[in-house]
């Protein structure tokens, strides 16, 4: 259906200071920027931004934040998100290619089709998708208030539930809703090895398998806990056990291991030698990166007025929906 084409690492151009922290925070004043930060990006990015969260997260505070720049540290639907939100405010995404394999399984084209076909069906689309995807949806959700969302729409209301097949699935077990899943997954979040993760567990028999829904099945058998980054976050202070398998983008352990220094989180292994596990657009972006874009005000989000105006009403619902969902 799709082929992921994995981003091109590219040199910033630009001098670069010293002492980044202390130049970055000198423009966040001069801009009046805020600098939002998914828990996946690099460690740096996540110590000097103004808020680090999941998606859901993220979208509240990019609809509440009274900034005039928003500086998005993530991949391209979240900043597209932001502006969507904020058409006034100039957002800012240090690197254009921090794309996303999984909105990439959703084309705008094939998708029309696919909804053409069902025209009986409420749609649902993860968050992790892309502007023309949200366009032609009736509610939007992220990982977090899936499952609440769902559990409103009326039992006999048809859904068509994309991109993410995984995702999906799994609403389906926690709700007992027949949802139509569009196929489409995260190269990330498909790469856990089930083998590698039973052989750390035999190594580590106190440790706790923690999962995120976007795993495989096979994968999401062995956690004791599934949740949202930030659900895996939380759980992880208050579980009484000191040590984690923890089955996400490990980006999300540079937070962990802050906040509960006396534990340990063990990032679950791909399924070869490699660091699969990473997701290689969120990691394009880069202090030197997030510095320069502020410096130069770009690479700017700008979307399609008619584009953002039908994708912001399905976000706005699922902010209406999730208004109790705490994250």
Known sequence: MFTTVLPQTKQPFGSIPDDLFDAIDTLKRELNAVILAHYYQDPDIQDI?????DSLGLSRQAADTDADVIVFAGVHFMAETAKILNP????LLPDLEAGCSLADSCPPDAFAQFKAEHPDHLVISYI????EIKAMSDII???SNAIDIVQQIPPDQPIIFAPDRNLGRYVMQQTGRDLLLWQGSCIVHETF???RIVQLQIEHPDAEVIAHPECEPPVLRHASYIGSTTALLKYSQTSPRSKFIVATEPGIIHQMQKQ???KRFIPAPATNNCNCNECPFMRLNTLEKLYLAMKQRQPEITLPEHIRIAALQPI???LDMSAKVKV
């Open 49 to 53: 931004a103004d808020y680090i969260g």
């Open 88 to 91: 006034n405010k100039l957002v």
């Open 128 to 131: 992790n998708c892309s502007a």
């Open 141 to 143: 959700c992220t990982s």
């Open 193 to 195: 090895s089930e083998k």
């Open 260 to 262: 509960m220094p006396d």
């Open 316 to 318: 706005q619902r699922m």
